[in-house]
């Protein structure tokens, strides 16, 4: 019977083996067709895109915010076919924080396919943000560029960050396409904003198109006027690759993505390229085009844009800026752009100390799609171990942490904005063994002592400020107010005046766009760039308790602007300190001196509370007893600031 049994099994077992066969057989077969199918498409992708160089435009939409360039992207991308009408509003915003916000945060790439007379054009579209603070996505995202979509508001005119990016693709020498968008307001005034193109551009009204991008009206002119105006690109195919990165962004499943713009040669999947940056190689895993999803391809050739994924692990590697060439050749690095400067830096601390790996590796990946961040270690003896984090501007510093919070669930604790400052020594032997004598820093705790400095140096800004002429004494006031100093003053016609002043960034990164919008009724528009130190008599603001520096309080402020600033936060301080079974003497010490003092009162019993007649001696005995136990407590009692109180001190 048992052996019966056995035998069944056996046959049962052999029966199963027979039948997994059959279907691992089937199942190679049916995968090698579709994987032939799979590359039979890819090469078909890569002939339908092997146009001609001379067939390729490269352009850019640049403009001031909220003049329309993601609505006006969206037509584009509607009238060539790479959406369908109708799919959703700023389909190239796909941040969360774009949505929250309703601005444009990353630079983002779309290549569309446009006949144009019979012949096949492939238009490489990067749409670009509006914000001052996102500069650096307009420098990188102009490099594969040869040429310019420039959108001002019929409504609003031209606005302070137009000029600046007018300039950006000026000194580039690249084509400028001028397009006014929202014809169809009400109030639109075209011919006055021709009026001060001409005015400060010198533009003929003959160039500029006039478009309404919310109806599409006119938008079918602009790819006509994009490949009759705009060059096609520099490139050459019969070279090895090379090619510049310019974007990169992080995927769980493939790493480091790198979006490269092909200068010379082709580059296949399965080749190995190196970094001039790292010296480092990398095997190609898959490349594709943007249209404005992945289309996957297995051949990206000279003029081309397109992403490649190859093992790359962090912005350490994937180096924005970097030029790639193919493994074992020898190239000159292609002529990229500089990396962006932070001028704002904070600190950041995890909530909790046990989350400090988990965001740490949220920033690396963070970082890798935000080359304008810096990032080095810190640490703080309240808030312990952290990060000190450069930012281009206040508004970048905040889309950084709410893209850190929404994008990896990070809970970051961020200290008060400070800039980076330049300090000269006298004569320091170690300092000018390294061939100089300027220190720079932007964290209080590496404040120099004055006596060994002779001179302080802050940072400049040359701000650009747009205005209707019934607020320009308003906006000189404010200006003056943040230590400004007028450079020039210009009539740009209908009604408006541009201001240049010459502004310290310290005073400027915490609230001056805000006042500016609300003194001038939102109709101001303001812009800035670096311009260099200046000398400064700017000093340390230390808090004392009870005689005792608390260095973690600390901060930099102008001699200028130590009282006020004294005074502001010893009252914060009066407020968030918790009450002892002493008193707390709150000072603010500048240079020396103190400037500002508050006085947090003890916990106190009082003992003649419920005495209604009667022998008061014995309460006024207790009394002074109180207060002389509380005047002996004040001299050996430690004052301990739990780490809640530093966080709502230092957090912004």
């Not at 005792?548 to 502001?568: C, D, G, Y």
């Amino acid at each position: 019977m048992k052996i019966s049994k056995v035998t069944s099994y056996a046959r049962y077992t052999q029966r199963h083996y027979n039948f997994l066969q059959i279907c691992a057989s089937t199942f190679e077969r049916r995968y090698s067709l579709l994987l032939k199918k799979c590359y039979s498409t890819n090469s078909e992708i890569n002939k339908e895109h092997e146009i001609e160089v001379k067939n390729i435009r490269n352009f850019s939409i640049i403009a001031h915010v909220d003049h329309g360039k993601s609505t006006l992207a969206d037509r584009l991308l509607e009238l060539t076919g790479a959406i369908k009408a109708n799919s959703g509003k700023q389909i190239l915003d796909n941040l969360q924080v774009e949505k929250d916000r309703g601005i444009t945060v990353k630079a983002q790439t779309a290549s569309l396919n446009y006949t144009y007379k019979g012949t096949k054009y492939l238009l490489n579209l990067i749409d670009t943000p509006g914000h001052v603070d996102f500069a650096a996505e307009v420098h990188r995202s102009l490099a594969p560029c040869q040429g310019v979509l420039l959108v001002i508001d019929a409504n609003d005119g031209v606005q302070a960050q137009t000029v600046a990016n007018f300039y950006l693709a000026t000194k580039r020498n690249m084509v400028i396409v001028p397009i006014i968008n929202k014809i169809d307001l009400k109030n639109a005034n075209p011919a006055r904003v021709i009026h001060q193109l001409k005015t400060l551009f010198d533009i003929e009204e003959a160039d500029v198109l006039k478009v309404s991008a919310k109806l599409g009206t006119g938008v079918d002119k602009i790819p006509d006027t994009i490949i009759e105006r705009i060059p096609p690109p520099d490139a050459f195919r019969d070279r090895p690759f090379r090619a510049l990165i310019f974007d990169s962004w992080y995927d769980k499943y493939r790493g480091a993505i790198s979006l490269i713009y092909v200068k010379e040669g082709s580059l296949s999947v399965g080749q190995s390229i190196t970094s001039i940056y790292t010296k480092k190689s990398y095997e190609i895993k898959t490349m594709a085009l943007l249209k404005p999803n992945e289309e996957s391809v297995n051949k990206l050739i000279a003029g081309e844009i397109g992403c490649i994924s190859c093992n790359m692990r962090s912005s350490k590697e994937a180096f924005i800026g970097d030029t790639v060439h193919l493994k074992n050749h020898i190239v000159e690095p292609l002529i990229g752009f500089k990396s962006p400067k932070p001028m704002v830096f904070s600190g950041l601390y995890p909530l909790d100390q046990s989350q400090f790996d988990t965001m740490r590796t949220a920033i690396e990946k963070l970082t890798l799609n935000d080359s304008g961040v810096s990032v080095t270690l810190d640490s703080n003896v309240a808030l312990g171990q952290g990060w000190r984090i450069g930012f281009l501007g206040l508004l970048h510093m905040e889309v950084f942490m709410q893209r850190l919070e929404q994008e990896y669930g990070a809970q970051p604790i961020v200290t008060v904005p400070n800039v980076t400052y330049k300090a000269k020594i006298i004569g320091s032997k170690n300092i000018k063994k390294h061939g100089t004598d300027m220190i720079t820093f932007n964290n209080p705790a590496h404040f120099p002592l004055p006596q060994i400095v002779s001179e302080f140096y802050e940072p400049m800004v040359l701000g650009t400020v747009i205005t209707p002429a019934e607020y320009i004494g308003t906006v000189m006031a404010l200006c003056l107010e943040k230590r400004g100093v007028e450079q020039s003053t210009k009539d740009i016609g209908n009604n408006r005046v541009m201001l240049q002043f010459l502004l310290p960034l310290n005073e400027i990164i915490i609230d001056f766009h805000d006042l500016l919008k609300s003194t001038t009724s939102g109709y101001a528009s303001f812009d800035y760039e670096e311009n260099d130190y200046e000398p400064s008599n700017i000093v340390k603001l230390n808090i004392n308790l009870n005689g005792n520096a608390v260095e973690e309080l600390s901060t930099i402020v102008h001699l200028s602007k130590a009282v006020a600033v004294s005074k502001r936060l010893c009252e914060k301080l009066l407020d968030v300190i918790p009450r002892q079974m002493f008193d707390i003497v709150i000072q603010a010490v500048v240079n020396g001196k103190i400037v500002a003092r508050e006085t947090l009162k003890a916990y106190r019993k009082d003992v003649t509370a419920k005495l209604y007649g009667g022998d008061v001696t014995r309460r006024m005995k207790l009394l002074r007893k109180q207060s002389e136990g509380k005047k002996k407590m004040k001299l050996v009692g430690k004052i301990s600031l739990p780490r809640d109180t530093f966080i709502k001190v230092l957090k912004r």
